[in-house]
């Protein structure tokens, strides 16, 4: 069974500062996919980024980045200099690979909310 | 382009009432997915589709029926709502070649009286 742990209920910062979300998994898939989607305050959920189990390489998308550690089975993601626009719902979220190289249903971390403070 | 839309966005209906939840989407993924959303739950899968015709249970199926004739759309009803359905559903699809990514409707928010 797979597991998806995001132990930081709630965090609030002040604007300007960086933010570590973590995120914990458990799979006994060699393969697989992890995500992180955003659920800002609208209700939809955006994808962030996606990133299989052969690449451990760490992403930087403008203020966001990405650090997984196959290791320590954790992905965790990193906002610097955070926005008032940040405060959001963030998931992860993980999913086996199928046959034809696609995302099998995905299993979702209960989420972790962020609250910038202007 | 519009995607992967959801009908109705709200719904209010009493216990033991048949509901069903639209999805629709216009990139003909062959994927679709349904998940709910509760406080405390994060989001956790209903049932999915990999074609039309071919549908499969997800985590937490019970009370839930889904049908796929057409590749576009993927309707979940609840047969006889209970109090323990009210949630928001959000429907999602992806694509078959590689590593595609879901993508997720806007949700309906379902409140069973």
């Known amino acids: 069974a797979q597991k998806v742990t995001q132990a930081q209920t709630e965090i609030s910062v002040v604007e300007k500062e960086d933010v570590t979300l973590d995120c914990v998994y458990e799979t006994r898939d060699t393969t697989y996919y992890l995500f992180w989607y955003k659920q800002p305050p609208s209700g939809e959920l955006v994808f962030l980024i996606r990133r299989n189990s052969f690449d451990e390489q760490n992403e930087i998308s403008g203020r966001y980045s990405w650090n997984f550690q196959k290791s320590t089975s954790s992905f965790n993601f990193t906002i610097t200099a955070s926005q008032v626009v940040d405060s959001a719902v963030y998931f992860c979220a993980l999913s086996a690979i199928d046959s034809g190289g696609g995302a099998d249903g995905l299993t979702f971390g209960k989420g972790t909310h962020l609250i910038i403070q202007p | 382009d519009a995607g992967i839309t959801q009908s109705p966005r709200y719904k209010i209906t009493e216990t033991g009432r048949q509901v069903t939840l639209m999805c629709h989407q216009t990139?003909?993924?062959?994927?679709m997915f349904w998940y709910r959303q509760d406080l405390g739950h994060g989001l956790r899968l209903i049932y999915y589709?990999?074609?039309?015709?071919?549908?499969d249970k997800g985590e937490v199926p019970d009370g839930y029926v889904v049908s796929r004739s057409k590749t576009e759309n993927f309707p979940l009803t609840l047969e006889s709502a209970t109090r323990s359905q009210t949630s928001v559903y959000f429907c999602a699809s992806r694509g078959t070649s590689g590593p595609e990514t879901q993508y997720f409707g806007p949700g309906t928010r379902l409140l069973v009286l």
């Open positions: 589709s990999a074609a039309a015709d071919i549908t």
């Open positions: 990139w003909s993924h062959s994927y």
